[in-house]
């Protein structure tokens, strides 16, 4: 079992910059691809970003430029650097442990959840 705490959420003025940890604990994250979700009020969770157990990044468009990913396998946790947010980027964001080493853009692509870390960007 694999348990993620989420961490460095808070709110923001627009153009601002928060970066957000998720500590893993029970259970080695090594060999996994690991990612980033979020869920917005009314609407579904959608992928932000994703690093691979080699470090290679991809994210969605949305956060490309602005967004950075980045790994510490030796602590078991991953990092998202958001910069140039904005007031779209309010959500709750979920960091999650995938089944293999790439990971995918797809929810059930992943074994485990973190409770999440609200973000809220005012205008």
């Known amino acids: 079992q694999v348990q993620l705490v989420e961490s460095g959420g808070g709110l923001v003025q627009a153009g601002g910059s928060l970066n957000l940890s998720c500590a893993a604990s029970?259970?080695?994250?090594?060999?996994?691809?690991m990612g980033w979700f979020r869920q917005a009020p009314g609407k579904e969770r959608e992928f932000v970003s994703r690093?691979?157990?080699?470090?290679?990044?991809y994210y969605a468009d949305f956060v490309k430029g602005r967004f950075t990913m980045s790994r510490d396998n030796a602590k078991n946790t991953v990092y998202l650097q958001m910069n140039s947010l904005k007031p779209e980027d309010t959500a709750v964001y979920y960091c999650?442990?995938?089944?293999?080493?790439?990971?995918?853009?797809?929810?059930?692509?992943?074994?485990?959840w973190g409770q999440g870390t609200q973000v809220t960007v005012s205008s």
């Open positions: 999650a442990v995938a089944s293999d080493s790439f990971g995918q853009t797809t929810l059930w692509a992943y074994d485990y």
């Open positions: 029970g259970r080695t994250i090594g060999g996994r691809a």
């Open positions: 690093i691979t157990y080699s470090g290679s990044t």
